[in-house]
C-alpha cells in the first residue's frame, strides 16, 4: 500500500519562498510521473508540475520560472520549490503518480500566501 505524505506548507507574504516534500512509502518516486498537484476551494485539483523517471520535466503556465520539481530516488520522496510565491499560489498542496491514483491522495500541505 503506497502512502504519500506531504510537508512543508505554511504561511508566507508575497515575493517568499517555501519547499514542499512528499515522502513516499513505496519506491514509486523513481518508476513514474510524479507530480504536484494544488486545490483550492470551489475549484477542481490542478496539476501544478511534473517529473518523468528520466527528469524530464513540465509546469502549469503560471507557475513557469518560479516554481522547480524535483525528487530524490534514494529517499523516495518529491520536492516542489517554490519561489516568487503569490496570493494566487494559495492552495492545499498534494502529491501523485500523473495521472493521479485515487487511492494515492495524501492530506496534502496547506500553504498561504498573505501579507
Known amino acids: 500500500q503506497v502512502q504519500l505524505v506531504e510537508s512543508g506548507g505554511g504561511l508566507v507574504q508575497p515575493g517568499g519562498s517555501l519547499r514542499l516534500s512528499c515522502a513516499a512509502s513505496?519506491?514509486?518516486?523513481?518508476?513514474?510521473?510524479m507530480g504536484w498537484y494544488r486545490q483550492t476551494p470551489g475549484k477542481q485539483r490542478e496539476l501544478v508540475a511534473a517529473?518523468?523517471?528520466?527528469?524530464?520535466?513540465t509546469y502549469v503556465d503560471s507557475v513557469k520560472g518560479r516554481f522547480t520539481i524535483s525528487r530524490d530516488n534514494a529517499k523516495n520522496t518529491v520536492y516542489l520549490q517554490m519561489n516568487s510565491l503569490k496570493p494566487e499560489d494559495t492552495a492545499d498542496y498534494y502529491c501523485?503518480?500523473?495521472?493521479?491514483?485515487?487511492?494515492?491522495w495524501g492530506q496534502g500541505t496547506q500553504v498561504t500566501v498573505s501579507s
Open positions: 501523485n503518480k500523473y495521472p493521479p491514483n485515487t487511492n494515492y
Open positions: 513505496g519506491s514509486i518516486v523513481n518508476r513514474y510521473v
Open positions: 517529473i518523468g523517471p528520466s527528469g524530464g520535466t
